[in-house]
Protein backbone atom coordinates (compact mmCIF):
# COMPACT_ATOMS: atom_id res chain seq x y z
CA UNK A 1 0.00 0.00 0.00
CA UNK A 2 1.01 3.57 -0.46
CA UNK A 3 1.10 5.78 2.02
CA UNK A 4 1.90 9.28 1.14
CA UNK A 5 3.76 11.74 3.75
CA UNK A 6 2.26 15.20 4.10
CA UNK A 7 4.48 18.06 6.07
CA UNK A 8 4.33 21.58 6.22
CA UNK A 9 1.42 21.94 8.34
CA UNK A 10 1.41 25.02 11.18
CA UNK A 11 -0.65 27.20 13.30
CA UNK A 12 -0.12 30.79 11.39
CA UNK A 13 -2.19 34.02 11.47
CA UNK A 14 -5.03 34.91 9.28
CA UNK A 15 -3.49 36.58 5.78
CA UNK A 16 -0.34 34.26 6.60
CA UNK A 17 0.94 31.40 4.22
CA UNK A 18 1.99 27.96 4.74
CA UNK A 19 3.65 25.34 1.90
CA UNK A 20 3.00 22.10 2.74
CA UNK A 21 4.64 19.09 0.41
CA UNK A 22 4.04 15.56 -0.03
CA UNK A 23 6.17 12.55 -0.68
CA UNK A 24 4.45 9.23 -1.63
CA UNK A 25 6.43 6.27 -1.58
CA UNK A 26 5.35 5.52 -5.14
CA UNK A 27 6.74 8.03 -7.92
CA UNK A 28 3.76 9.98 -9.15
CA UNK A 29 5.13 11.15 -12.27
CA UNK A 30 1.90 8.86 -13.92
CA UNK A 31 -0.71 9.91 -11.53
CA UNK A 32 -3.37 13.13 -11.48
CA UNK A 33 -2.46 14.29 -8.35
CA UNK A 34 -4.71 16.26 -5.60
CA UNK A 35 -5.14 17.87 -2.12
CA UNK A 36 -7.75 17.20 0.05
CA UNK A 37 -8.64 18.91 3.18
CA UNK A 38 -10.71 17.85 6.07
CA UNK A 39 -12.21 20.30 8.74
CA UNK A 40 -13.41 19.43 12.04
CA UNK A 41 -17.49 17.43 11.89
CA UNK A 42 -17.09 17.66 7.96
CA UNK A 43 -16.63 15.63 5.28
CA UNK A 44 -13.02 15.54 3.62
CA UNK A 45 -13.25 18.06 0.38
CA UNK A 46 -11.08 18.09 -2.63
CA UNK A 47 -8.78 21.25 -2.86
CA UNK A 48 -6.62 21.81 -5.75
CA UNK A 49 -6.02 19.09 -9.01
CA UNK A 50 -3.01 18.67 -10.97
CA UNK A 51 -2.72 16.37 -13.56
CA UNK A 52 0.43 14.87 -15.49
CA UNK A 53 0.71 17.55 -17.58
CA UNK A 54 0.37 20.18 -14.83
CA UNK A 55 -3.04 21.57 -15.53
CA UNK A 56 -4.44 22.56 -12.36
CA UNK A 57 -8.14 23.13 -11.16
CA UNK A 58 -9.24 24.35 -7.66
CA UNK A 59 -11.72 23.90 -5.31
CA UNK A 60 -13.91 27.74 -5.67
CA UNK A 61 -12.90 28.45 -1.80
CA UNK A 62 -9.32 28.38 -2.63
CA UNK A 63 -8.78 29.66 -6.25
CA UNK A 64 -6.10 32.46 -6.34
CA UNK A 65 -5.58 31.71 -2.64
CA UNK A 66 -3.82 28.41 -3.25
CA UNK A 67 -1.16 27.03 -5.62
CA UNK A 68 -0.46 23.17 -6.75
CA UNK A 69 2.36 22.03 -8.02
CA UNK A 70 4.42 19.13 -8.55
CA UNK A 71 7.92 17.90 -8.72
CA UNK A 72 8.29 14.57 -10.77
CA UNK A 73 12.23 14.70 -9.95
CA UNK A 74 11.86 14.79 -6.27
CA UNK A 75 8.62 12.55 -6.49
CA UNK A 76 6.96 15.28 -4.04
CA UNK A 77 3.31 17.63 -4.51
CA UNK A 78 2.94 20.59 -2.98
CA UNK A 79 0.68 22.84 -2.18
CA UNK A 80 1.26 26.35 -1.61
CA UNK A 81 -1.14 28.35 0.29
CA UNK A 82 -1.60 32.01 0.41
CA UNK A 83 -3.95 34.57 2.61
CA UNK A 84 -4.95 32.14 4.66
CA UNK A 85 -8.62 32.47 6.52
CA UNK A 86 -9.60 30.58 9.60
CA UNK A 87 -11.86 28.57 7.29
CA UNK A 88 -8.96 26.81 5.82
CA UNK A 89 -8.47 25.31 9.31
CA UNK A 90 -8.64 21.22 8.47
CA UNK A 91 -6.15 18.45 8.39
CA UNK A 92 -4.63 18.74 4.69
CA UNK A 93 -3.87 15.16 2.77
CA UNK A 94 -2.81 14.21 -0.49
CA UNK A 95 -3.75 11.42 -2.66
CA UNK A 96 -4.02 10.63 -6.54
CA UNK A 97 -7.50 12.30 -8.09
CA UNK A 98 -8.55 9.15 -7.51
CA UNK A 99 -7.88 8.35 -4.20
CA UNK A 100 -5.74 5.40 -5.45
CA UNK A 101 -3.46 5.82 -2.39
CA UNK A 102 -3.66 4.70 1.26
CA UNK A 103 -4.63 7.74 3.05
CA UNK A 104 -1.90 9.32 5.14
CA UNK A 105 -1.79 11.35 8.42
CA UNK A 106 -2.44 14.56 6.78
CA UNK A 107 -0.67 17.46 8.17
CA UNK A 108 -2.98 19.89 10.49
CA UNK A 109 -3.25 23.76 9.07
CA UNK A 110 -4.94 25.96 12.25
CA UNK A 111 -5.58 29.77 11.02
CA UNK A 112 -6.28 31.64 14.23
CA UNK A 113 -4.96 35.10 15.42
Known amino acids: QVQPVESGGGLVQPGGSLRLSCAPS???????MAWYRQAPGKQRELVAI???????DYAHSVNGRFTISRDNAKNTLYLQMNSLKPEDTAVYYC????????WGQGTQVSVSS
Open 95 to 102: NTATSLFQ
Open 26 to 32: RTIASYD
Open 50 to 56: INVSGRT
